[in-house]
């Protein structure tokens, strides 16, 4: 069969489609739209995508919106960006730091904030719901590229519970707000420690669209045990990352492609609970646009 996405009647109506040969509008978005809608075709023609697949696939997508959050991951969308921004800083010579890994779709805004010398022991408690699981402590300096402490810097913590469910997105109801949630003002030592109860790993929500997703990919949903994190600081780029216990099952078999080389502590269990020693280096701001947090949409309570 004759390819027909190269021909000029296909071409003349990708360009009308994005906008083309309009005078208004983003020239930036209509380049963009013009390549994603180009591929899409592309791909039906390739793999001849009947007309009953493409409208099931779409009704999945408008019956899944709820769960893209997991589903970019889980596709390895959101790891692609961080290659992708990776790439672009080995181009311009920035090399160096703490990897930035996936945020994942669970933040949530205006986490309660400790300052003082609460920050450099581990009397900054994540948990305040009752837990008999385990206690985690953590505890850490951080860092810029010359080895120096990050005065002021704050540091946005958040996990699950033991039962591998975040706190305002847990379907059972139980947990109170920000339980495993805090924002930490460092001091100009740029140490930092805090304690918690054992998160544990997760899946996707059984019969979701992230999960019917990839069992039809025979893929697994799961997710190891792990803590996120933001770093801000005056003067130093936003780390967004996350550390994988690196003794869990799933810590180099994550769904979501969070696990990267240098973010997997293996937590010391040798003792009543389980601790983990790491500390994360930024790089310095080239830029005000350094220093914010993306346009993600975030949920704020």
Do not use: C
Not at 18 to 23: D, I, K, P, S, V
Not at 121 to 148: F, I
Not at 241 to 248: C, E, K, L, V
């Amino acid at each position: 069969m004759t390819s027909i996405v190269k021909t000029s009647e296909v071409q003349q109506l990708l360009d009308r489609a994005a906008g083309l040969t309009e005078n208004g509008g983003d020239p930036r978005l209509k380049a963009i739209v013009r390549d994603l809608v180009e591929a899409l075709a592309t791909t039906i023609e390739r793999h001849d995508i009947a007309e009953s697949e493409f409208w099931t696939a779409l009704a999945f997508l408008q019956d899944g919106v709820g769960e893209f959050g997991l589903i970019a991951p889980g596709l390895g969308i959101e790891h692609f960006l961080d290659l992708h921004m990776d790439a672009k800083d080995e181009a311009a010579g920035r090399a160096g730091g703490t990897p930035r890994t996936i945020e994942g779709p669970l933040y949530v805004a205006g986490a309660p904030l400790v300052e003082g010398d609460l920050a450099r022991t581990n009397d900054v408690n994540l948990t305040t719901d009752p837990d008999d699981t385990a206690t985690l402590v953590m505890s850490g300096t951080v860092r810029g590229p010359g080895g120096e402490p990050v005065p002021d810097a704050i540091l946005h913590v958040w996990h699950a519970n033991s039962k591998g469910f975040y706190s305002h997105f847990d379907p059972t109801g139980t947990q109170s707000a920000f339980n495993n949630r805090r924002r930490i003002r460092l001091g100009p030592d740029g140490r930092y420690a805090f304690q918690s109860k054992m998160p544990h790993g997760y899946s996707v929500p059984p019969g979701g669209a992230a999960d019917r997703l990839m069992k039809a990919l025979g893929r697994h949903g799961d997710r190891p045990a792990h803590v996120h994190f933001f770093i801000e600081a005056p003067g130093y780029r936003t780390l967004t990352t996350q550390i994988n216990f690196g003794d869990d099952p799933r810590a180099r078999d994550d769904f979501a492609f969070g696990t990267r080389e240098g973010l997997l502590p293996v937590p010391d269990r040798s003792g009543i609970g389980a601790t983990i020693s790491f500390d994360f280096e930024l790089q310095r701001a080239q830029g005000a646009d350094d220093q914010g947090f993306s346009a993600r949409p975030r949920a704020t309570v």
